[in-house]
């Protein structure tokens, strides 16, 4: 099997990052070669930039510098990280990549997308994975979950809103848009996952989305599969 690239958008909220996590459950007993990793973020550097891109501490944080921090952490991260486990042959699962960008920093904050197109060249060769699953639900709804009393109490520090997170449902709705029109533009590689149901009905949309890559979701497709199922070598 090719080494994959694959990565997870959508809003805060909006379940990607559990999905995720399932997803590489089924390919750990399926004896699929992978690593998880995630943006901003994903090696040290990446991390103490994304500690920093986070921070509500700083408020007024222009989106152009936005863009460039996040793109700085990205190229670290390809080059450490995500480069290095496709070379050796391992399935890269990625919680967010560039389409984060085009929906956040340009439809959320108004960054020119041409402007990101020329950072992005720069940064990352204009690269791209090669399937991305949106997980999409109104963005009042992923307001909602992302900004549980619970979090709220929480300080940053320990898992709670970030500076990001933290905004208003009228920039969770331009980031939805946003990265429903990416996905619009880039329709072979993007497969939209409606996940404002429960997680059993998201799991299974999940499954078909990556049942042309794996067996062991098209085995998800007609039966759950056992444990020897889930075993058996995939594709
Ligand atoms: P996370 O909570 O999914 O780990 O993402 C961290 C936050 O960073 C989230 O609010 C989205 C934001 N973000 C951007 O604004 N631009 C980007 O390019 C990326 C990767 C994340």
């Not at 943006?39 to 509500?56: C, H, K, M, N, Q």
């Not at 956040?104 to 204009?126: E, F, K, M, P």
Request: net charge negative.
């Amino acid at each position: 099997m090719d080494p994959l690239f694959i990565t997870f958008e959508g809003l805060d909220g909006s379940g990607k990052s559990s999905h995720l996590r399932t997803v590489s459950e089924a390919l750990a007993l399926a004896g699929v070669d992978h690593i998880v990793t995630k943006e901003p973020g994903g090696t040290p550097l990446a991390d103490a930039i994304r500690s920093v891109f986070l921070d509500p501490r700083w408020d007024n944080v222009e989106g152009t510098v936005e863009l460039l921090l996040v793109f700085a952490s990205r190229r670290q991260h390809l080059i450490e990280c995500v480069e290095p486990a496709l070379e050796r042959g391992q399935v890269v699962l990625c919680d967010r990549f560039t389409d984060s960008t085009y929906a956040y920093q340009g439809h959320g904050r108004g960054v020119d997308l041409d402007q990101i197109a020329a950072v992005d060249a720069l940064a990352t060769g204009s690269r791209r994975p090669h399937r991305t699953l949106l997980f999409d639900l109104p963005a009042d709804v992923a307001w909602g979950r992302g900004q549980s009393k619970e979090r709220r109490r929480l300080r940053y520090e320990e898992g709670g809103v970030d500076r990001i997170d933290g905004e208003g449902v009228g920039f969770y709705e331009r980031v939805r848009k946003g990265f429903l029109s990416v996905a619009e533009a880039d329709a072979d590689r993007f497969r939209v996952v409606d996940s404002s149901g429960s997680i059993g009905e998201t799991q299974l949309q999940v499954a078909e989305c990556l049942a042309d890559l794996f067996d062991v979701f098209a085995l998800g497709q007609s039966q759950r599969p056992s444990q020897g199922q889930l075993g058996r070598e995939s594709a």
